[in-house]
């Protein structure tokens, strides 16, 4: 069947809606030359990127990655084209879409967006799975590992289990009652990281001591920060440990890198520590994590939904300079149709019965204005953020709306 | 002690104060009986070392000893305020009830274990029997040696000069008894009540002894040759009754003419075949006519041996009361003749009016066995209406009829409490289709009314399986006696839910096979046939294989109810899961119920359903397959197994009882032996929309709120998941005219899942603020405040992780306090609860109460959701004593500590229920006892260590110790400095009190 993409332009938030072979997508450069064709783009550096499940978006530049891509459609793909020179390869990879820091952007990560880049290569489709964070402050005998969890396709992968460890204390050397992993699962993200490994004492779980915890309260502690785990272990083997010297130890970030993680930024929240005794308060809301997924059916005055859209979608169109001619100024409420189009679009060959339409928004940036958050993000970058997450969908979400129809109109050409 | 010293753990604005007020209900595997004719206390020892006193209902002491060992023996010194308790560590434990500022207090003021001689075997001075001498100055102690040893009270001194050695006995054993053999342990020690200076000492070979304690000597000497069991002498002084264990008892005349030692009278009462033990025999004289003789055991071995029976003989008059479990013991009441016959047994206490005609049992105003069948779930209702209140009592006294007319027996004491300030309902539902109306006001759980639910359907029941018949000429003559009867008939009927609208008299029961009745308050009795709507919860959902029990067959005939609560609707979830969440809403006339398959919305004044909704996820195989846990199939075998047992037993093939028994024991060990292979250790996964039972329904609630948008609020209807899930429906009512005859519809509003996934716990909606909306009707009856629909309310999402705030009509997220993510705990019982200052009578303020699965308790500010208090209030391991949680409205709370007892809590300042109650020396006490009551320092250098009570089984003593100085304002810690007495204050616990207790 066909598999119909969406695209969009990002000096003047353009889209297009046609179809590419799912089985035979063919090659990248076929496929390159077709969005330059639909866009009437001619001798241009494009950067082509795509959504994927989570949100995340990825380069599109070689055969590999766009087949990738193309499978990834389900059944719609959005592809994001930009101006080579525009593209920030910071916005690339975990959470970039969806992810709003706070206005609370921890020093460290003003740290990280400063530094050079060294180009190790276009990030292909890589996704960091697992850093090792504050080396710095640690004893070179623990290491704090972060586990980043995409969706659901892979499991966490491991088990802990209660255990007796030695502790020196003022009184000599004591037993004392502590948490161990007790086992990998094979092909999990935890034993695909190599940094964690059976037999390593837990010593903290995102920040907060574990000791004095019961082998189930850890294991509840664990899950309920399983969005963003970070687990300080002593592992069992000393000799692997990252050796601190001076040349690094300014600076968590690099040496977070070498842990494993190619060359994305950390996007840690303060790396552990300051975000969790913030969150000790409690009350804070913190914008780190996946938020919920509402749906608000309006069952009875529709005309709230177009205002919401309208003001979901206005930042989208305030940074568009050279609108091309043949675009209406009805860009904006097409950009917002459109993703309600996406979402409810999945599965358009189930039943009909529903006059409802549905909004999908999520509680992200609540205290905060929509762009006024960040001023470091670009402009291009932050309406690019907005649409994406606009549209994101992600598979179990998707099953959980309501089926409604889809309707094409004008503005949508199917190819 | 244990009651009156309140422990003040948190005080903020002087809202919160926490403490375990008392317990209620029925003490778990009591182990001992005593009873003070002087004071009229009954004590109660149990097997966990706790020790309760009841008298005068309202008057209850409770202390608990340190060691964790069995109460084997409660005695009161006679006309005394002591009371002497012996352990199974053979540890012998002083009490007294210590007056403080005009209330009594249960306080430890001794201990003492029997030393024998260097070298001797433990068995010397292993006590098998106690003796209170009347003169209140002695304790006799009978030993597994077969000496007796006495010893001075209450300090605890042994006189060795007045010790009863065995050799001085067998001495003067004479020389025809049996070859002189072992006369083995004293099994009884018995004064003589005319002569106190006569005791009888059984041993247990047979022989028993007449000793005179002032002459040193015995006085005569009682050959009997079977195993003795107990005796008993009689009023007059002239005759000793000794009971065996071939279930005979024998009438030996004493005193007079010395060593006239007939046999006078020997029977076996059901004998010809071989016969039980008669454990304790008791023969009490009557003022005109022939006298009451009493007796345990004594049944025929192989036909009635598993019987728990006390034979009571008056006359020509001959019953064998059976009761429901073992005997624990027993005493007679009397007020010149015998009065009332109070018996303990396992599971219950039982009290039979001896001077009425046929013997009835005594209603019980306290130790009332909750768990007379299993308690399944819970309900509190604070501040009854009057009128319901009556109502409901009315409808109670008729269920009550075959009760005797007497008062209660046991009057000691003086009730201070101050009458509860409001009327509280705990309603009970139990294992058998009952739900009990319990009166919860004040210190006793007094049972007010009983409803049934399993008249509605068929049930398994066998009508021929009455335990109760009794036929003619029937020997023994039983009759059986008691209440406890745990095995339901049919499991289905548990009731697992109930909502009780206190302003309207409507009433929900949802029970576990989804069956959901509602039920209105009737003072007449109605015949009427119940309509079932069966409500198909699937939806089409395909691929469903329900594997579990089927739904319960409704009489199709009208059935005759009795005043009371009469059901009216009944609807039966498809498939008949057990109902996990329900609520009513007597104002809309609306029941919202759900089950781990969806929930639905019945309409209750048109008997018609609104709305229902699958949650089942079709990749859930063990939700789709219906209840049959491994957990539960055990369970259900077992209890198969001893409704096997029961009937085995009426058919009279003992032989098949032990078979069933060994193979449900046989069945039970392979399964834990099964468990016990699986290592201890945890997955760490995320929760996904592939776990289990995402789609069980947790919560429904009720809402007048804005939904879609901010001018204009209508009903709605909420929805929470175990998966996380929350749905909102906007319900459209018809006007009050049309309310009859036009359908309500239900319309989809808004989905929220929480990306954490945790079950949803419970839903609230905030008004303008900030404050929970009110219960339906409690603003038409003026007794809240309407909400505030002008600012815009605010939706709190209760997960097992997390409490969430959301903005309405637009959901989103605005606040949340994290709970696991920080500690590991998980959210397990919550409400809503108004928080009264103590200080001023209006402020005060609502808060979320909230009981985690590590048995803290918290309490969580409305709406600002922060951290206000917490406490540790269940140990953890105690999953079903947190399970069975329940919150008042007013920050109090119950919780199961065994399955016959509720513990109370409380985290209000204001509301606390406790006993205050004064107990005094009799005024017929002798001189000297009255000078020995007041303490004087000497004791306590006699090396008698004052003791309090610990008296929390939860809390460590620090945090409670430290703060109890702190915020006790009556005492100030500087008076610890004028205590005379260091030793006294070894204990920081004492540190307020110990001063009183030196001065007092």
């Known amino acids: 069947p066909a598999c119909i993409e969406n695209k969009s332009l990002s000096y003047g938030a353009e889209f297009r809606r046609f179809s590419v072979d799912r089985v035979k997508p063919g090659k990248f450069e076929e496929f390159s030359r077709l969005i330059m064709h639909i866009h009437r783009i001619a001798n241009m ?122 502790r020196v204390t003022p009184h000599g050397l004591e037993k004392v009652p502590g948490i161990f992993i007790s086992r990998m699962v094979p092909g999990g993200l935890a034993e695909g990281t190599g940094l964690l490994a059976v037999n390593d004492e837990v010593l903290e779980v995102n920040g907060i001591e574990v000791s004095g915890k019961s082998l189930d309260q850890v294991t509840d502690m664990m899950i309920a920060n399983s969005h963003n785990l970070i687990v300080t272990v002593k592992p069992v083997n000393q000799r692997n440990n990252v050796v601190r010297s001076s040349r690094i130890s300014g600076s968590s970030g690099q040496s977070s890198d070498s842990g494993g993680s190619t060359g994305y930024p950390s996007l840690s929240v303060g790396g552990g520590g300051g975000a969790l005794s913030a969150g000790a308060g409690g009350v804070a809301l913190e914008s780190d994590e996946e938020a919920d997924i509402v749906i608000e059916s309006s069952v009875k005055r529709p005309s709230r939904r177009s205002n919401a859209s309208v003001a979901s979608a206005a930042s989208t169109a305030s940074p568009a300079p050279p609108s091309p001619p043949s675009r209406p100024p009805s860009v904006v409420s097409t950009a917002s149709f459109h993703s309600q189009l996406s979402l409810n679009g999945s599965t358009n060959h189930q039943h009909h019965h529903h006059h409802l339409s549905y909004q ?56 | ?545 329900w594997k579990g029990h089927t739904r319960l067959d409704v009489r199709e005939e009208p059935v005759l109810f009795p ?102 024991n046989a069945r039970l060990e392979a399964e834990l032996a099964e468990m016990e292979l699986a290592p201890v250790q945890r997955k760490i996964e995320a929760r996904s929309s592939e776990d289990s039972f995402t789609g069980l329904v947790r919560t429904l609630y009720f809402a007048d709120t804005f939904l879609s948008d901010s001018s204009h609020n209508s009903a709605s209807l909420w929805a929470g998941t175990n998966g996380g899930s929350v749905f909102a429906y906007m319900i459209r009512m018809p006007s009050v005219e049309h309310r009859a005859d036009e359908p309500i519809t239900a319309h989809p509003a808004k989905e929220i899942q929480l990306m954490h996934r945790a079950p949803v716990v419970a839903i609230v909606v905030l008004d303008g603020h900030g404050s929970p909306l009110p219960e339906p009707l409690e603003v038409a009856h003026d007794l809240a405040r309407s909400p505030d629909m002008q600012a815009s309310h605010q939706l709190l999402v209760v997960s097992e992780e997390q409490f969430k705030i959301f903005t309405l009509p637009k959901v989103s997220a605005k606040m949340k306090l994290k709970l696991t993510a920080l500690d590991g705990s998980r959210v397990r019982r919550v409400g809503v609860a108004w928080f009264g200052s103590s200080r001023t009578a209006d402020a005060g303020e609502s808060g979320l109460v909230v009981l985690t699965n590590q048995g803290d308790l918290n309490v969580v500010s409305l709406p600002s959701v922060k951290m206000q208090v917490q406490h540790p209030c269940i140990r953890r391991e105690d999953v079903s004593g947190i399970a069975s949680c329940v919150f008042t409205k007013h920050g109090q709370g119950f919780y199961l500590i065994s399955p016959s007892e509720f513990e109370r809590f409380s985290l209000s300042a204001r509301n606390v229920v406790e006993p205050r109650s004064l107990v005094e020396v009799p005024a017929n006490a002798t001189a000297a006892s009255k000078r020995r009551a007041a303490p004087d320092g000497a004791s306590a250098d006699n090396g008698y260590t004052l003791r309090l009570r610990q008296t929390d089984r939860q809390t460590d003593g620090h945090t409670h110790s430290i703060t109890n100085v702190l915020d006790d304002v009556d005492e100030p810690p500087h008076s610890v400095m004028s205590c005379p007495h260091p030793a006294a204050v070894c204990d920081t616990t004492a540190l307020s009190y110990a001063p009183i207790f030196m001065c007092s």
Not at chain 2, 587 to 603: I, R
């Open chain 2, 563 to 664: 005043p009371g609560f009469q059901p009216f609707a009944l609807v039966q979830c498809q498939p008949p899961a057990v109902v996990t969440a329900l609520t009513l809403h007597s104002e809309w006339k609306m029941v919202a119920f759900g089950t781990s398959h969806g929930f639905g919305l019945y309409d209750y004044q048109q008997k018609n359903s609104v709305l229902v909704k699958c949650t089942l996820n079709p990749s859930d195989q063990l939700a789709m397959e219906g209840p049959l846990s491994r957990v539960k199939s055990i369970k259900k075998s077992l209890r198969q197994s001893f409704r096997r047992i029961r009937r085995s037993r009426v058919s009279l093939r003992k032989h098949h009882v032990t078979n069933a028994l060994q193979e449900a």
């Open chain 1, 45 to 166: 550096e494009l950067m082509i990127g795509y959504a994927d499940v989570h949100g995340d978006l990825l380069p599109i530049n070689n055969d590999d990655n766009f087949c990738k891509a193309v499978s990834m459609a389900h059944p719609l793909l959005r592809i994001f084209i930009q101006r080579q020179e525009e593209v920030d390869y910071t916005s690339f990879g975990t959470n970039t879409l969806t992810r709003r820091k706070k206005a609370v952007v921890t020093m460290r990560n003003d740290v990280n967006r400063k530094r050079p880049h060294i180009r190790i290569g276009m990030p292909q489709d890589f996704r960091p799975v697992s850093s090792i964070i504050d080396v710095d402050i640690l004893p070179e005998s623990h290491r704090r590992v972060r586990l980043y969890r995409h969706g659901s396709d892979k499991p966490l992968g491991f088990y802990i289990r209660d255990g007796t460890s030695v």
């Open chain 2, 1 to 545: 002690m244990y009651f009156s010293q309140s422990r003040f753990i948190f005080i903020h604005l002087s809202l919160f104060r926490f403490c375990h007020s008392l317990e209620h209900g029925f003490p778990h595997q009591p182990s001992a009986l005593g009873y003070s004719p002087s004071l009229q206390l009954l004590a109660i020892g149990t097997r966990s070392g706790a020790i309760k006193l009841y008298g005068a209902p309202g008057v209850e002491f409770m202390g608990l000893h340190d060691e964790n060992a069995v109460v084997t023996r409660v005695h009161f010194l006679p006309f005394q305020l002591e009371l002497v308790t012996l352990l199974d560590d053979n540890s012998l434990h002083m009490w007294t009830l210590r007056a403080h500022k005009g209330v009594s207090e249960l306080l430890e003021i001794g201990r003492f274990t029997l030393t024998g001689p260097p070298g001797a075997p433990p068995s010397v001075t292993r006590v098998t029997s106690v003796l209170a001498h009347s003169s209140g100055e002695l304790l006799l102690l009978g030993t597994e040696g077969g000496h007796v040893f006495v010893v001075e009270v209450p300090g605890f001194r042994e006189l060795e000069e007045r010790n009863i050695s065995l050799d001085q006995v067998a001495n003067s054993v004479p020389e025809d008894y049996i070859g002189r053999r072992n006369l083995e342990h004293v099994e009884t020690l018995q004064e003589n009540p005319v002569d106190p200076n006569q005791v009888v000492i059984g041993y247990g070979r047979g022989l028993m002894v007449v000793w005179d304690l002032e002459k040193h000597q015995a006085v005569q000497h009682i050959p009997a040759t079977q195993q003795l069991e107990s005796t008993w002498w009689t009023e007059d002084g002239g005759h000793i009754l000794s009971s065996h264990s071939d279930g005979s008892y024998c009438r030996w005349t004493v005193g007079g003419q010395s060593s006239k030692d007939e046999e006078e009278k020997s029977d076996i009462p059901y004998g010809h075949f071989p016969c039980k033990a008669i454990s304790k025999i008791v023969q009490l004289p009557t003022e005109e006519g022939p006298p009451f003789l009493l007796f345990s055991g004594g049944m025929p071995r192989a036909s009635y041996g598993d019987r728990h029976c006390i034979s009571v003989i008056h006359g020509k008059t001959h019953v064998a009361l059976d009761f429901t479990s073992r005997i624990i013991d027993y005493f007679v009441i009397r007020d010149g003749d015998p009065g009332a016959l109070v018996v303990l047994v396992e599971e219950e206490l039982v009290v039979i009016d001896l001077q009425t005609e046929g013997w009835p049992v005594i209603q019980t105003p306290y130790l009332v066995p909750l768990h007379s069948s299993a308690i399944t779930c819970s309900h509190h209702v604070s501040a009854i209406p009057l009128k319901l209140w009556e109502r409901l009592l009315a409808a109670g006294q008729l269920q009550i009829t075959h009760y005797s007319p007497k008062p209660w027996p046991i009057t000691g004491g003086q009730n201070l409490g101050q009458d509860p300030p409001q009327r509280d309902l705990l309603l009970t539902g139990h294992e058998d289709g009952t739900v009990r109306f319990w009166d919860a006001s004040g210190v006793c759980l007094y049972p007010m009314y009983k409803l049934s639910t399993a008249g509605v359907f068929h049930t398994d029941a066998d009508p021929n399986d009455n335990m109760n018949q009794c036929s003619e000429g029937e020997w023994p003559p039983f009759r059986k006696v008691g209440c406890f009867d745990p095995y339901s008939d049919d499991p289905r009927l548990g009731v697992q839910k109930i909502h009780l609208c206190k302003y309207s008299g409507y009433l929900t029961v949802a029970g576990t096979a989804g069956q959901i009745l509602v039920l209105e308050l009737n003072d007449e009795a109605a015949e009427q046939t119940v309509e079932a709507k069966i409500v198909d919860l699937l939806q089409g959902q395909e691929g469903f294989r």
């Open chain 1, 360 to 415: 999908l928004h999520r509680d992200l940036n609540l205290q905060n204005g929509p762009q006024t958050s960040n001023p470091a993000l670009r402009h291009s970058n932050g309406s690019l953020h907005k649409i994406l997450s606009s549209l994101r969908t992600d598979p179990r979400h998707s099953l959980a709306l309501p089926r409604g129809g889809v309707e094409e109109d004008g503005t949508v050409i199917t190819l």
